[in-house]
Nanobody, 130 residues
Framework: QVQLVESGGGLVQAGGFLRLSCAASGRTFSSYHMGWFRQAPGNERDFVAAIIWSGNAKLYADSVKGRFSISRDNAKNTVSLQMNSLKPEDTAVYYC???????????????????????WGQGTQVTVPS
């Protein structure tokens, strides 16, 4: 059973920055594709960023590209999301997710879809007031 635990959320003024972290259990983290999603009240859970198992390729939602950066440290079983130039529309609960690649689908085609991920963290709140 894989467990994911997010940390680093909080309240920050528009234009500020936060760094979210996700710690994973297990011995197979380095084989997982990882993603970050977010969900605001009344909204769907939306894709934010994804990183391939090796860390050599990344994807971003258009709304965060150029402002957010995803990274991973496979030796430490962690994935991070650096969030810069934060905006009120970034306010949401942010979730870390892992794809164990059990079904061998294309990462490029599936990384943006929440349904493709097998494990989820509990979420961490990010608030950017207007």
């Amino acid at each position: 059973q894989v467990q994911l635990v997010e940390s680093g959320g909080g309240l920050v003024q528009a234009g500020g920055f936060l760094r979210l972290s996700c710690a994973a259990s297990g011995r197979t983290f380095s084989s997982y594709h990882m993603g970050w999603f977010r969900q605001a009240p009344g909204n769907e859970r939306d894709f934010v960023a994804a990183i391939i198992w090796s860390g050599n390729a990344k994807l971003y939602a258009d709304s965060v590209k150029g402002r957010f950066s995803i990274s991973r440290d496979n030796a430490k079983n962690t994935v991070s999301l650096q969030m810069n130039s934060l905006k009120p529309e970034d306010t949401a609960v942010y979730y870390c997710a892992a794809d164990d690649r059990r079904y061998g689908s294309s990462w490029y085609d599936s990384a943006r879809r929440a349904v493709e991920y097998d494990y989820w963290g509990q979420g961490t709140q990010v608030t950017v007031p207007s």
